[in-house]
């Protein structure tokens, strides 16, 4: 599989989302997604399944290095205590030494960045994460931890799909050589049934899914993490790396209406600032 290299770090352009997938069930799924061939797995606190997932990683077999693990702090925790504590308790309930990837989730109006990123970063320096990254932070923010603040943020995730315009953030994201981790690449399952991306599909003879993947990591620095808990569409999902688009369908695509946002939460950013 194609990885994205961004601060050190070498990581897996298509990867294993697991939102609302809590609790011991997750452990199954995640469990078949590594045997499909996965190895880059994004969980979260907020998930509530990073015991489960640190079981089917131990159960896997695969030695730590050759997976790369996400997961994230919820913005209630962002005081440094507060950050170092939600850490460690993933940690441990991941049971494993390091995380690859350790991410804010969402900002919070409170948050002081720079104490924030400096929290973030003795972590990195004592090699218990290996890079820090940032979710759901509009422009002004990114441009203030990057730019002012310097901090050697990894990774960016953010809502991203077919429906959804980021070619600001990622302008600017490719300025700086780091990677846009795509979260809801199907749009929380709405490419499936859109009759534009069916057509798409039959005339490449795989999944709308497929389509919308294989849309999403050929462009430069992206990478997606759709999730499923079905065997047979996370092989679909992970293949979408050998779905080649032309530039009809790019076109097509292209003429979607790109303003739809699916995730938001009441605690959303600007998204406009």
């Not at 798409?200 to 999730?227: D, F, N, S």
């Amino acid at each position: 599989m194609k990885n994205v290299l961004s601060q050190g770090l070498s990581i897996p352009h298509i990867g294993f989302g697991t939102f609302r997938m809590p609790g011991d069930s997750s452990q199954a799924v995640v469990e078949s997604a590594i045997e499909v061939g996965y190895r880059h797995i994004d969980t979260a606190s907020m998930y509530e399944n990073e015991a489960a997932v640190g079981r089917a990683i131990k159960v896997s077999g695969l030695k730590r290095d050759e997976l790369f693990l996400t997961t994230k702090v919820w913005h209630d925790q962002l005081e440094s205590s507060d950050l170092l504590n939600a850490f460690e308790l993933s940690r441990e309930k991941l049971g494993v030494d390091y995380v690859d990837l350790y991410m804010v989730h969402w900002p919070s109006p409170s948050m002081d960045l720079a104490r924030m990123m400096d929290t973030l970063m003795s972590l990195q320096e004592s090699g218990k994460i290996r890079g820090i990254g940032v979710c759901n932070f509009n422009m002004t923010m990114l441009c203030h931890v990057i730019d002012k603040l310097k901090a050697p943020v990894a990774a960016v995730q953010a809502e991203y799909h077919p429906f959804l315009n980021q070619d600001r953030q990622l302008a600017y994201l490719r300025t700086k050589n780091i990677p846009l981790v795509a979260y809801a690449p199907l749009a929380q399952g709405r490419v499936a049934s859109d009759p534009k991306l069916k057509a798409i599909a039959l005339k490449h003879r795989c999944t709308a899914a497929q389509v919308a993947i294989a849309w999403l990591i050929e462009q430069e620095g992206v990478i997606a993490i759709p999730k499923a808990q079905r065997v047979e569409n996370q092989r679909a999902n992970i293949g979408s790396e050998n779905i080649l688009l032309d530039d009809e369908d790019r076109k097509l695509i292209a003429s979607f209406d790109k303003t739809q946002r699916f995730v938001r939460p009441p605690f959303e950013p600007d998204w406009d600032a």
